[in-house]
């Protein structure tokens, strides 16, 4: 069984580019989460796919936004990129949004 | 507004005694804690879980303890391994369709051999 994996693993970017990230979820796992985690914080809640459909959004602003796929892989996407967006992202999948989350090894975003 | 708060960043233990992490929550609609461990590189580990309808959950090495009343948990490892040293978040979700994770700031256990 193969767990979530996430692409690339390191990632350079400037000031207003934009940026896409991917994550593939666990196999059988419908539901997809995405965390951004600053350094010395631990993860905050970006957004949810279930099926899809977005059904949870947290406190980010619309030029993060995401794509689920028909095979539950998802994408994460940001706009308009700032410094303060540097950070390590972390993509969650399960198998119905109330099991547990599990975890693939993160992207790293550097904006300089 | 930190709704998970872990108060120790750090705590240093000697291997084959006991760690106790603590976690303190101010959202009462919380019903479910989790614990997840992280290893540098690598992205957070579930280790174990606690619904607000129980006090203590136990696996293994293990425990989970929660004081509603107080809205604190703690997880427990006895006894404390050198592979046990890493970043230890706690988490919580309430009711609701998405079930998010609300995280604490992580405590950095190490344990030394």
């Known amino acids: 069984e193969t767990g979530v994996t996430q692409s690339p693993t390191h990632l350079i970017k400037t000031r207003g580019q934009q940026v896409t990230l991917r994550c593939s979820s666990q196999?059988?796992?419908?539901?997809v989460s995405w965390y951004q985690q600053a350094l010395g914080q631990g993860p905050q809640f970006i957004f949810q796919?279930?099926?899809?459909?977005?059904?949870g959004r947290g406190n980010f602003p619309p030029r993060f936004s995401g794509l689920q796929f028909p095979n539950y892989s998802s994408e994460l996407n940001v706009n308009a990129l700032e410094l303060d967006d540097s950070a390590l992202y972390l993509c969650?999948?399960?198998?119905?949004?109330?099991?547990?989350?599990?975890f693939g090894p993160g992207t790293r975003l550097l904006v300089l | 507004d930190q709704q998970v708060k872990q108060n120790s960043p750090s705590l240093s233990v000697q291997e084959g005694r006991i760690s106790i992490l603590n976690c303190d929550y101010t959202?009462?609609?919380?019903?479910?804690f989790l614990w997840y461990k992280k290893y540098p590189a690598e992205g957070p580990t579930f280790l174990i879980s606690?619904?607000?309808?129980?006090d203590k959950n136990e696996d293994g090495r293990f425990t989970v303890f929660l004081n509603k009343s107080a809205k604190h948990l703690s997880l427990h490892i006895v006894p404390s391994q050198p592979g046990d040293s890493a970043v230890y978040f706690c988490?919580?979700?309430?009711?609701?369709?998405?079930?998010?994770?609300?995280f604490g700031s992580g405590t950095q256990l190490t344990v030394l051999p």
């Open positions: 796919y279930y099926r899809e459909e977005e059904n």
């Open positions: 988490a919580a979700t309430a009711p609701g369709s998405a079930r998010q994770l609300t």
């Open positions: 959202n009462s609609m919380f019903d479910y």
């Open positions: 969650a999948s399960r198998n119905g949004p109330g099991e547990t989350q599990y």
């Open positions: 606690i619904s607000s309808i129980k």
């Open positions: 196999s059988g796992h419908n539901t």
